[in-house]
Structures are given as structure tokens and as C-alpha cells.
């Protein structure tokens, strides 16, 4: 199998995994890293925008939406399906892309691989955030070298049908 039918045939590995996993436990764990993930911009108030608001990130090629919002200045995972004020959609290899800076989001955004849905301002807000985050501070070294290394791999073979220039 060449590799770049490996990095296709992910999301139908992942797909019956992620069938596997409770929501409850799906939400539980979303709403903990999330919030572990951005204790410093929750503090210093960055996060407001999202504040009261509904927010969806829907992975596609696995047909996965995580939906949250900040209340009383935590992160909340909320139960799906709701009524997003916005969604922000891509498939999971321009997410790693986007999360790893391999990609910035406005390239995403403009080839049609990352989509925003609803609120457009909010959306560009969101986007303009996800942009700004430096996922080497943010995760643990060990996991960032290993996603490092797969956002590279997802880089070099996807680079015919995700624009990265």
C-alpha cells in the first residue's frame, strides 16, 4: 500500500474506534484536555468570544462534531447535536495540518478545505485563534514530537490535494 493510501485509509480505522467510546466519556475527556489546553488564555480572558456561544468542530472524514462553550470561565463539552452559532468543518488531516502550523488557516479557508458555517465573524475569530496557538507550549513534549512527525508525514503526502503554498 503506498503511503499516501495509508494516511486515506486513517479515518476508517479511527471510524469504528471512535463508534467504540461513550459520549459521555468522549465529552468528559474533551472538556478536560480543552481545558488544560487553554488554562492561561482562560485566565487572561481570551476566550471570551466563545463566551454563552456554541461552538462545533466537526471532523468530517470520520464524522465526528465535538460542541462546546465557555460558561462561568470553564470550557463545557455539550451534547450532540446542537445548534451551533458556529461550525468549523475540515477532514482530520487538514486539522493535524492546521494544529501543527504546517498550514496556516487561511489557506485552508480559501482552497475549501476548512469550512465555517453560522456566525461568520465568530468563525473568523475562531479561526484567527486556532492560528495563534503554539501547540509546542501547549502539549506535552513527547506528544507534540509524535503528532510533529505525523503532521510532516501528512505534509509531504498530502501536499497535491491541500494546497500548502
Sequence with gaps: MSTNKWVDAIPKIIQPIKNSIPDPIVNFSIEKVLNQLF??????????????????????????????????????????????????SATGDALILLIYNKVDPDTLFFNRKLM???????????????????????????????????????????????PLN
Design 39 to 88: 488554562k492561561e488564555e482562560k485566565i487572561k480572558g481570551e476566550l471570551g468570544f466563545i463566551a454563552e456561544r456554541i461552538i462545533e468542530i466537526h471532523v468530517k472524514d470520520i464524522d465526528f462534531s465535538m460542541f462546546f462553550t465557555l460558561k462561568n470561565e470553564e470550557i463545557k463539552s455539550l451534547r450532540g447535536p446542537q445548534e451551533p452559532d458556529v461550525t468549523l
Design 116 to 162: 465555517v458555517k453560522g456566525n461568520t465573524e465568530l468563525g473568523l475569530h475562531l479561526k484567527n485563534f486556532l492560528d495563534t496557538i503554539e501547540v509546542h507550549q501547549k502539549l506535552p513534549k513527547v506528544i507534540y514530537l509524535i503528532g510533529d512527525r505525523f503532521s510532516d508525514f501528512i505534509y509531504k503526502e498530502k501536499s497535491e490535494t491541500i
